[in-house]
């Protein structure tokens, strides 16, 4: 049986933060799929400082915007000889989407020249579907692409940043084009379906993330004696979305109270000199490490480290790293948001607190200093949430069926 072949469009790959896309192509591989990716743009470290995986897979990418002014020109012209109409149905869908709007209209010719290339790429490898991991600037992308070459077209809807600008990023429309959407949560998909006619819901489909079980090991839990101080850890991109501020608020509340703590962050991104100066004016900084971006084969052992993981987002999809933590059973602490309730039962496998409430997350990170026990308990319930309903190989296969099941007629 021929496997099933597909092209994969990321607007940024590899990285850092969205390393589950490239478990997710592993996976598919594995299974059978024939699978290249092609990225708008280039891997956000040089290739020296990538994972041996990362750059293997970095080396059989297709960068869209290392082909040039020549490689454009030349993409172009060939695609005006082949598939004129399509170039100019393309074009006027381009003008309609940018509406009056001069900036978004020279977006969409970018779009347009990019998608342009991507194609002839497709072409070249025989790739005749093309999937888009989130429903922004990439997913217009693809769109264009769908609109020129003919090819089938879906996508990866994790939110909620899609979300707060749909409009904007003609996320209507996109869901019109779409062959089928697969959405990472329930959260994710009512979010669609708020935005569609009913004639449209049965596009979507549930297709949740997942961990890989054999990197992310349950670790044996240890109760720091009273020297120690309990480590919470908190991994993301230093941005207002992951609401890391209020996690500097609880900190020093819970210092102020007499507890131990200290708090490590990984990540980086455009609030780090604001987070550094708050734990500064908060007087906590001998409290707080910035240990940067980390890939996950240096990330490992900050997970093994952690006695509490917390996650204080005023805005999130459904986070990886919140289902690699309770895979490592490390109770964790996040926020009543989005798709997170669909992954932590509060007080069952993880607390639940308010977005924005500095003293609701510092009272949830004393109750699990003062309670060894309900530490354990979290831990193991999170662990074997993930193995049920969160588990990489058995959600990767799901995806698979899902491609299986509608590109069958493509």
Known sequence: MKPIALAYLISRYPTVS???ILREVQQLRALGFRIDAASINPPDRPLVQLTAEERQEAERTFYVKQQGVKGAVWALLKTLCQRPQGVCKALWQGIRLGGWDAKRQAFQLFYLVEAILIGQWMARHGYRHLHVHFATPAASVGMLVKTVFAVGFSITVHGPDEFYDAPGLNLPQKITAADFICCISHFARSQLMKLSPVNEWDKFELCRLGVDHNRFQAIASHSPVAADAISLLCVGRLTPAKGQHILLNAVQLLLVRGYRVSLTLVGNGPDLASLQAHAQHLQIA??????????????LPY?????????ASFAEG???????????????ISTRIAGIPELIDDGINGLLVA???SDGLADAIARLCDNPALRQQLALAGSQCTRERYDLQRNSQHLGSVLDKRMGNQ
């Not at 001998?286 to 990330?299: K, N, P, R, T």
């Open 318 to 332: 459904l986070p990886v790293v919140l289902m690699e933590a309770m895979a490592m059973a490390i109770p964790c």
């Open 18 to 20: 969205h390393t589950f």
């Open 303 to 311: 997970y093994q480290r952690a006695d509490i993981f917390v996650l």
């Open 286 to 299: 001998h409290a707080v490490e910035f240990a940067g971006a980390l890939d996950q084969d240096h990330l």
């Open 355 to 357: 977005a924005s409430d």
